[in-house]
Nanobody, 117 residues
Framework: QVQLVESGGGLVQPGGSLSVSCAAS????????MGWYRQAPGKQRELVASISPGGSTNYADSVRGRFTISRDNAKNTVYLQMNSLKPEDTAVYYC???????????WGQGTQVTVSS
């Protein structure tokens, strides 16, 4: 089992920046793809960004060039830096850990990000 705890969400104005973090309860280095998903009211949960154990990244088209995912394996933490935020980025952001070659898949409790003036 891996417990994931997100932090850093909040309210930001359009065009602003926000960073969210996800701390894992144990080491995820080398074994887990880490990702950020989001779910807006009335919409399905969608992948925002993911990062492999080796650092390869993948982004949704809607956030590419504005968001950056990174991981610090020594701290068992993954980050999502969000710049040039738009109202349509408003959602609950969830951290995900997916173990390689396994069905193990863990979720955090989510953190609210609201982009509004």
């Amino acid at each position: 089992q891996v417990q994931l705890v997100e932090s850093g969400g909040g309210l930001v104005q359009p065009g602003g920046s926000l960073s969210v973090s996800c701390a894992a309860s144990r080491s995820v280095a080398g074994l887990y793809d880490m990702g950020w998903y989001r779910q807006a009211p009335g919409k399905q949960r969608e992948l925002v960004a993911s990062i492999s154990p080796g650092g390869s990244t993948n982004y949704a088209d809607s956030v590419r060039g504005r968001f950056t995912i990174s991981r610090d394996n020594a701290k068992n933490t993954v980050y999502l830096q969000m710049n040039s935020l738009k109202p349509e980025d408003t959602a609950v952001y969830y951290c995900n850990a997916k173990r390689l070659f396994s069905r193990d898949n863990f979720w955090g409790q989510g953190t609210q990000v609201t982009v509004s003036s």
